[in-house]
């Protein structure tokens, strides 16, 4: 089991490595801007009914989308690239739930699932080809799909 555990936190801090930090879930759109320089990157802002996806897209292939509440608040995002960003600054104060949950025991080295009250987050993925999301429950607008988080 201990192996199991080392080798799913290898995976997801050496794939942090090759990625630079991104806005936190449950933060504000002033970060966003700063995200698109790390990642020197290009920005695409699209508006949606009752909220707006900020999407970056990095020259590496890293494709970041921010999904932002009409309150302006980071309530979900998702990635797709050749790497995993960083969790640490992607999920903000929700790291810590995703820390413990992601200790325990799994067996499926391409997919994780952390579930939370709080957080729900899901990659998946193999070499130079991985996506994933995370949201905060409490925070996702009434009547939005979970089939828009790609």
Not at 80 to 86: A, E, H, L, M, V
Not at 91 to 96: I, M, N, R, T, V
Not at 104 to 116: E, F, G, S
Request: with cysteine; glycine share 8%.
């Amino acid at each position: 089991m201990k192996l199991n555990r080392s080798l799913a936190c290898s995976i997801l801090i050496g794939a942090g490595v090759c990625a630079p930090a991104l806005a936190a879930l449950g933060g504000d759109a002033a970060s966003v801007e700063a995200d698109r320089v790390r990642l020197k990157g290009v920005l695409r802002v699209t508006p949606v009914a009752d909220y707006v996806v900020h999407e970056i897209e990095a020259p590496s292939g890293l494709v970041v989308r921010e999904y932002l509440s009409a309150n302006g608040k980071v309530f979900a995002v998702s990635w797709r690239g050749p790497g995993i960003p960083d969790l640490h600054p992607l999920l903000g104060s929700y790291y810590a739930q995703f820390e413990q949950s992601a200790s325990a025991p799994h067996y499926n080295h391409h997919h994780l699932t952390v579930q939370t009250p709080e957080l729900v987050v899901q990659s998946s993925g193999h070499l130079r080809s991985f996506y994933g999301r995370a949201w905060a429950t409490a925070l996702l607008p009434q009547n939005f799909s979970l089939s828009n988080l790609n």
